[in-house]
């Protein structure tokens, strides 16, 4: 199943939009993968899996991103919200 969900304030709610067929499945799982990626890498301050979430995300590799390039733009990233992020980031 697709879930949807309108967002409020104090709620998240759910909206069923039916079954996924096999063929949207194949192009929404790589993302849902980076996003789980990004959220332990979120908790824990992981850069490694931050790495491996923009390595395998499918803008980055059409466009032959080196490992060395993606390192740098996490690198500026973190910089650029270091205001807002844990400590352990850093």
Same mark, same amino acid.
């Given at each position: 199943m697709e879930t949807n969900a309108l967002f409020e304030r104090d709620a998240i709610r759910p909206i069923q939009a039916g079954a996924l067929p096999e063929a949207v499945r194949a192009l929404v799982m790589?993302?849902? @993968?980076?996003? @789980? =990626? /990004?959220?332990k890498a979120a908790l824990t301050g992981? =850069?490694?899996?931050? *790495? @491996?979430?923009? $390595?395998?995300?499918? *803008?980055? #590799?059409?466009k032959g991103c &080196? #490992? @060395?390039?993606? #390192?740098? !733009? /996490?690198?500026? $990233? !973190?910089?650029? &919200? =270091?205001?807002? *992020?844990p400590k352990m980031w850093f």
């Open positions: 790589p993302h849902v @993968e980076n996003h @789980e =990626r /990004i959220l992981d =850069r490694a899996l931050v *790495l @491996e979430a923009f $390595m395998a995300d499918p *803008l980055v #590799k059409g &080196t #490992k @060395e390039q993606v #390192k740098a !733009l /996490i690198d500026g $990233m !973190l910089e650029g &919200t =270091r205001a807002y *992020l």
